[in-house]
């Protein structure tokens, strides 16, 4: 069984900053890319940032230069700065990766719980 659990989330006003947490465990054998999505109350989940197993980013043009994904496969976790927070900024935020089992080798996609980010003054 494998789980990505994030953590990290908060309020925020605006100019601040936070910084997410996901953190997959369970049986692991890679992670492949892993990616930050998120869901503001009536709109879809947009994707914020992306990142391969060797480090190569790409990001939001609504978060470029103000977002920052990291990820430490030592820890099999991949983290979010978040600076210059804006209240467009205000949404729930999902860890997604690609994983392949250590116990089935299946490869798939799984999610986490989200965690709640808000903005405001």
Known sequence: QVQLVESGGGLAQPGGSLRLSCAASGSIFSINTI???????????????????GGITNYADSVKGRFT?????????????????????????????????ASTAWLRKYWGQGTQVTVSS
């Open 35 to 53: 990616a930050w999505y998120r869901q503001a109350p009536g709109k879809q989940r947009e994707l914020v940032a992306t990142i391969t197993f």
């Open 69 to 101: 994904i990291s990820r430490d496969n030592a820890k099999n976790t991949v983290y979010l700065q978040m600076n210059s927070l804006k209240p467009d900024d205000t949404a729930r935020y999902y860890c997604n990766a690609d994983i392949r089992s």
